[in-house]
């Protein structure tokens, strides 16, 4: 089945440690997405990815960083710059905007971070 | 500018009973509007899309929506609610050739048995 795998579900992050949140999709969509959520505020897009090699900066960008070498994977760091990083992250994927105008994004199942 | 407004942050219903989640938005463009649903600990699922076409909307698990371009609203509404649709449901607008995508801050529903 096509879709979005993210890893770990779970993961715990010390001080100081940088960590690293893997998504990748089989869906054959050119653009991929960051988000973090927290209770009560939706989504806020940390980075998307409209092509191989290049991304963009979100809303809260600060203190994370992306890559995006291949078509399929977008892997998050978190790095030790981002002071409040306990949220659930989201990864999302889609086709770029088409003949049928814009097209919804596909999510993963999400990475929840805690801090140690 | 553009925005998302879900007018409650909770909704409370008896099973059976209808369902009505209210969405209103602001747009310099002609949207592109959608609904997602989230159980705990999931990702976001589409529940149902409107992309310029048939106002009237039908989705995913019984659910549809209207676009009404005058009232800028796009109301999600079931006619018998489930135990199953109890999560939290995100109202989402797309603009333009770059995918600017605003959400919602989300609906929480209880359905009560």
């Known amino acids: 089945d096509g879709g979005i795998t993210q890893s770990p579900k779970y993961l715990f992050r010390k001080e100081g440690q940088n960590v690293t949140l893997s998504c990748e999709q089989n869906l054959n969509h050119d653009a991929m997405y960051w988000y973090r959520q927290d209770p009560g505020q939706g989504l806020r897009l940390i980075y998307y990815?409209?092509?191989?090699?290049?991304?963009q900066k979100g809303d809260i960008a600060e203190g994370y960083s992306v890559s995006r070498e291949k078509k399929e994977s977008f892997p998050l760091t978190v790095t030790s710059a981002q002071k409040n990083p306990t949220a659930f992250y989201l990864c999302?994927?889609?086709?770029?905007?088409?003949?049928?105008?814009?097209?919804?994004?596909?999510f993963g199942d999400g990475t929840r971070l805690s801090i140690l | 500018a553009q925005s998302v407004t879900q007018l409650d942050s909770h909704v409370s219903v008896s099973e059976g009973t209808p369902v009505l989640l209210r969405c209103n938005y602001s747009s310099s463009y002609s949207p592109s509007l959608f609904w997602y649903v989230q159980h705990p600990n999931k990702g976001l699922q589409l529940l149902l899309k409107?992309?310029?076409?048939?106002?009237l909307v039908k989705g995913i698990n019984g659910f549809e929506a209207e676009f009404k371009k005058s009232e800028t609203s796009f109301h999600l509404t079931k006619p018998s609610a489930h135990m199953s649709d109890a999560a939290e449901y995100f109202c989402v607008v797309i603009n333009g050739g770059y995918q600017k995508v605003t959400f919602g801050t989300g609906t929480k529903l209880q359905v009560i048995p």
């Open positions: 990815s409209q092509i191989v090699n290049d991304f």
């Open positions: 409107y992309t310029s076409a048939a106002t």
């Open positions: 999302a994927s889609s086709i770029l905007i088409d003949r049928q105008g814009n097209q919804p994004q596909h």
